[in-house]
């Protein structure tokens, strides 16, 4: 039976709304050891190195599965078994990461955070002066648990100088925030296709420095997951050791040439703070207060703190909205009942003014004040 239901618009930090022309891009099969597709991947590897500048010194390693899965190969391949890392910790993502190096017999040195502010470089610092043991910083960027945007670029600079290399979980800031791995000194970054670029889930991938890849031979934890060897591989070949989420990859090309053409990063950039600005400047006059501190909002999702009125039901609140065509995300904190709306994929700010006006007759359906 065929659906005419319009599709929701995806106000989540991915999977998110894609353009007509990225999913027309998965209508063609393709042979996974074709020479066309072999070259579609090459294409696509070299495309996201140069989002972060690592031409010279780095390499793009793809990774079948979601963003997760890439960062547990980035953690289990580049991270000796012996290794230590220190892990800043403000919210969910962050704590995944913890999860993960357990399960890897990783040892990890957790430096705890409050969840509504950013990570403090000087207090990295001062834990890796304490600690010589310490081989590695996994620092997530971009902290969707609550959208804090943490110093990437203070924290690199404090790994350089003590020595330590840096690990980042830049799955929502790749292609939307500057990262420059060669000039900063990160060891790996992290990200999937599903996110800034723009594509549709299914593939993590891994910009490492090839002399770290090099080094990590023989030490991955599973076979699937094994970075150096999909590395190795890939470039005796051109292929991927297993089949590949070829529908992705083309997605992802198609995406990656829409980024190019409407301006690259700071383009991109741009319409994700104007999104921003807009949904906060809205909510606001609805009367939702934001989670964060401005200085440290991100353009990638913003946190609202749920209303403290007796007939409020995120629930209720979610399915009214989704039947108004917009799909948003619940909250992700510990201690303070919240909801998310996403600011990034394949929107603008007209959708975001749609979004409102579909607020506004929500809550006018719950019983809800319009300034609550």
């Known amino acids: 039976m065929n659906d005419c239901t319009p599709d929701p618009v995806l106000l989540t930090p991915g999977p998110l709304t894609t353009s007509a022309v990225t999913r027309t891009a998965m209508l063609r099969d393709w042979g996974s050891w074709d020479g066309a597709f072999n070259a579609l991947t090459a294409t696509v590897r070299r495309q996201l ?16 599965g979601s963003g997760t ?17 220190l892990v800043p910790n403000n919210g969910a993502y962050c704590a995944r990461i913890l999860r993960i190096l357990r399960v890897l017999g990783r ?6 955070f409050d969840e509504c502010g950013p990570v403090d470089a000087a207090v990295v610092e001062a834990a890796l002066v304490r600690d010589p043991r310490i081989t590695h910083v996994a620092l997530v960027h971009c902290e969707t648990g609550t959208g804090v945007l943490n110093p990437l670029h203070a924290v690199a600079a404090a ?46 991938f ?17 076979l699937s997951l094994d970075l150096h060897d999909q590395w190795r591989y890939l470039e005796r070949t051109g292929q991927w050791r297993f089949t590949p989420p070829t529908h992705v990859v083309a997605a992802l090309a198609a995406a990656l040439v829409q980024y190019r053409q409407e301006g690259g990063l700071p383009a991109r950039r741009a319409r994700y703070e104007a999104n921003r600005d807009a949904l906060v400047a809205g909510m606001r006059a609805l009367g939702f207060v934001p989670l964060l501190d401005p200085a440290v909002q991100s353009p990638i ?29 619940p909250g992700k904190l510990t201690r303070i009942d919240t909801f998310r709306i996403g ?30």
């Open 49 to 64: 190195l140069d989002v972060v500048g690592g031409a010279a010194t780095h390499t793009c390693v793809p990774m079948q």
């Open 69 to 85: 899965f890439a960062v547990e190969a980035a953690l289990g391949t580049l991270v000796p078994p012996r290794g230590r890392v």
């Open 107 to 112: 040892e990890a040195v957790e430096v705890p």
């Open 159 to 204: 790994c350089a100088r003590q020595g330590r290399a840096l690990i980042v979980d830049a799955m929502s800031s790749f292609g939307a925030l500057p990262i420059d791995v060669g000039a900063e000194g990160i060891e790996a970054v992290v990200a999937a296709s599903g996110k800034c670029i723009e594509g549709v889930p299914g593939m993590g």
């Open 206 to 222: 891994v910009i490492a420095r090839r002399t770290a890849l090099e080094a990590a031979e023989g030490r991955a934890h599973s």
């Open 301 to 329: 999702i913003v946190t609202f703190r749920s209303p403290d009125d007796p007939g409020w039901r995120f629930e209720n609140f979610y399915e009214r909205m989704r039947a108004r065509g917009f799909v948003l995300y």
């Open 343 to 372: 600011c990034i994929g394949a929107i603008d700010t007209a959708v975001i003014h749609a979004m409102l006006v579909a607020v506004e007759s929500t809550l006018h359906d719950m019983t809800l004040s319009s300034h609550i």
